[in-house]
């Protein structure tokens, strides 16, 4: 099934304080032939000549209250991954935001002047949901120019779950191989999920972690609640959130 993305939002304080959050926009604008829209404290000349909408806030709730109306087919949120940052909402914040919305997802953390995309992160469980992700790193790559390193990832180290996970990822690289897209795969089975998938990352230097926000089940301590805060607090990558509802798992059951 095709990713569609006909509407983008950016929240951010100002053009300066996450200049990759408006270049991701723009990219993603361009690709999708989409609407861009700016919430921003800042609605002054730092986004004159982007040719999208701005729509001024004056505070944290003003923001979130934006975020929410504005419906957009995916919310950019440059998130304050630690105290005293200059992202336009903390990591509890956008978390409450990822759960009341039914729309795609992609924080940013402050700190990141510019964004590269050019190596996309999938992580998979055992959950069949796992593989709903898979679509939109597709398109982030074509974007992006990127390519996908999937992750087999399981706190479980037994035989049944060794298999399952790496039937996904031969489904998954199929898939991906089949669009054009250069990819690559690893497999860790046991230890802790979240570590396992952070330490990755860097290994292999991803700009970009995609997950779940719900129902990847070995890793359900690690997507939900409090745990996919704490995700989005301390990755120190942009990972973009996606809903299981938002896709229909088709092509080979991905």
Do not use: W
Request: aromatic residues 4%.
């Amino acid at each position: 099934m095709s990713v569609k993305l006909s509407s983008i939002c950016v929240a951010t304080k100002d053009a300066k304080s996450c200049p990759s959050a408006t270049d991701v926009l723009q990219k993603l604008v361009q690709r999708f032939n989409g609407k861009g829209i700016i919430i921003s404290t800042d609605a002054g000349s730092s986004f004159t000549g982007m040719g999208m909408e701005v729509v001024k806030v004056n505070s944290d709730k003003e923001a979130i209250h934006s975020i929410l109306k504005c419906e957009a087919d995916l919310q950019i949120v440059v998130v304050n991954n630690q105290s005293g940052g200059s992202g336009i909402l903390g990591a509890k914040e956008v978390n409450s935001i990822i759960d009341k919305l039914e729309s795609v997802v992609l924080t940013i953390p402050v700190g990141n002047a510019q964004v590269d995309f050019t190596r996309i992160l999938v992580p998979l469980d055992t959950s069949s949901e796992t593989r709903q992700k898979v679509p939109y790193a597709v398109e982030f790559a074509k974007a992006f120019n990127a390519t996908i390193h999937v992750l087999g990832v399981s706190s479980e180290t037994g035989k049944d779950a060794e298999v399952l996970i790496k039937n996904y990822i031969r489904q998954v690289c199929n898939n991906i191989e089949e669009k054009g897209i250069a990819v690559s795969s690893e497999m860790r089975l046991g230890g802790n999920p979240t570590e396992q998938i952070l330490a990755y990352s860097k290994e292999i230097s991803a700009g970009l972690i995609t997950i779940m926000t719900e129902q990847e089940t070995s890793l359900v301590s690690f997507f939900k609640g409090k745990y996919s805060e704490q995700m989005i607090k301390n990755s120190p990558i942009p990972v973009l959130s996606i809903h299981p509802k938002d896709l229909i798992v088709s092509e080979a059951r991905l």
